[in-house]
């Protein structure tokens, strides 16, 4: 029976020039955790990684006050996996949400995602496998879980940026191999956006898809218009068009604008969730939900929610999660969902672990147990001091 016997966090800056519709990127942390069990190979302990999802900052207050105790301090026996070695997350999950009142999801949904995340990486490891397959075996359904549909996010708002600079960016993407696409929009006045969109449009090939991302920074005076005016286009989806919450101006939109529309990464909860089907007038056979996973209370949470929308309809190809990383891609293949959101140019997130095969919009997974962050460029130079005796 594996024990969890210590967690290491750190907060780590993230910040950056870039701007989305809704905020600005120079104050954002995150948090790189370690979760360290018992179980000893090559003379070190086995342990589990994770790393925030980026947007909503760091988690440790959270971690080290409240759902870590509960972890570290429970016997083993409650979280030990009831048909095999090593620790069940899913009974881990129950651990650290014990004496949590319903309701009130927000930076909570975060920290227990975190250490989820952790958790995963940590049983895929003591299984020897890679996460996505741990999953695919646990809960089947995916057809092919080692190959993830994954597209490049990015076109932020830059200070004095060119159009030009648009093009040459998704050009980029391109010679990494990618093939869909999705820029920012809203952020800029007097046709700004347009232009930006005509310029990201010049640099696709037949195949290749764009979509935009409002950030939640349309009014109810506004949206209308904006939304009208990129009719046009042939967009793929149009994301996050109004505040998360508002789900009647979100239906209202839906009905007045045939494009795809996508939301979802800022509800953290299977009750959030329930209430977009509800009252967010979504279109199952045409639309998508970014719930990240990280952010809302981790894979028991989103087990539950892929649950609920299958009885409203929604297949999982339409459920395409927020950001989330390395962790998120073995999860989306794991569990044959939609598509994998990835920060190519991001200094320290950008790219996939060694082993990985990036070729026409499609990522070939690696085979080495867990989630890989010690395989990656960026991830593994936050890590390395943090697993140091
Ligand atoms: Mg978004």
Redesign the pocket.
């Known amino acids: 029976m594996a024990r969890i016997v210590d967690i290491i966090e750190r907060t780590i800056q993230v910040s950056s020039s870039m701007r989305?519709a809704d905020i600005g990127f120079d104050e954002m942390t995150a948090t790189a955790l370690v979760v360290v069990s018992d179980v000893m190979r090559q003379g070190k302990p086995v342990v589990g990684l994770a790393f925030d999802s980026i947007g909503r900052y760091a988690h440790g207050f959270l971690v080290n006050e409240r759902m870590g105790p509960r972890l570290l301090s429970a016997d083993p026996s409650l979280y030990a996996c009831a048909d095999g070695p090593g620790i069940d997350p899913l009974r881990a999950w129950s651990v650290m949400m014990r004496n949590e009142k319903a309701g009130g999801h927000g930076e909570r949904a975060g920290a227990v995602g975190l250490l989820d995340a952790a958790l995963w990486d940590l049983q895929a490891k003591l299984l020897d496998q890679p996460l996505w397959k741990m999953l695919c075996d646990r809960f089947p359904g995916a057809s092919q879980p080692d190959r993830v549909t994954v597209y490049a996010?990015g076109g932020h708002y830059q200070a004095g940026e060119a159009p030009q600079r648009l093009r040459d960016e998704l050009c980029a993407y391109q010679d990494l191999g990618y093939h869909h696409f999705?820029i920012k929009a809203g952020g800029a006045s007097g046709g700004i956006d347009q232009t930006r969109i005509e310029a990201a449009l010049s640099a696709l090939t037949a195949g290749q898809t764009l979509a935009v991302?409002f950030?939640a920074g349309l009014q109810s005076q506004t949206a209308d218009a904006a939304i009208e005016g990129l009719a046009g286009y042939g967009l793929a989806w149009i994301?996050?068009p109004v505040d998360p919450l508002d789900y009647r101006l979100l239906a209202q939109l839906r009905a007045r604008h045939p494009m795809p529309m996508?939301t979802g990464?800022n509800l953290f909860s299977l009750a959030d969730v329930r209430n977009l089907l509800r009252h967010g007038g979504l279109d199952s056979t045409r639309d998508f939900i970014?719930v990240d996973i990280s952010l809302s209370y981790g894979i028991p949470e989103y087990l539950r929610i892929l649950d609920l929308a299958a009885q409203a309809g929604w297949a999982r190809r339409a459920f395409v999660p927020?950001a989330g990383h390395l962790f998120a891609l073995h999860v989306v293949g794991g569990l044959g969902l939609g598509g994998h959101?990835t920060a190519p140019s991001h200094p320290l997130l950008g790219g996939f672990p060694a082993g990985s095969t990036l070729a026409d919009g499609m990522l070939c997974l690696p085979d080495a147990p867990g989630v890989g962050f010690e395989a990656h460029a960026g991830l593994c130079k936050v890590f390395e001091p943090m697993l140091r005796p």
């Open positions: 989305n996010s999705k991302d950030n994301e996050e996508s990464e970014n927020h959101e």
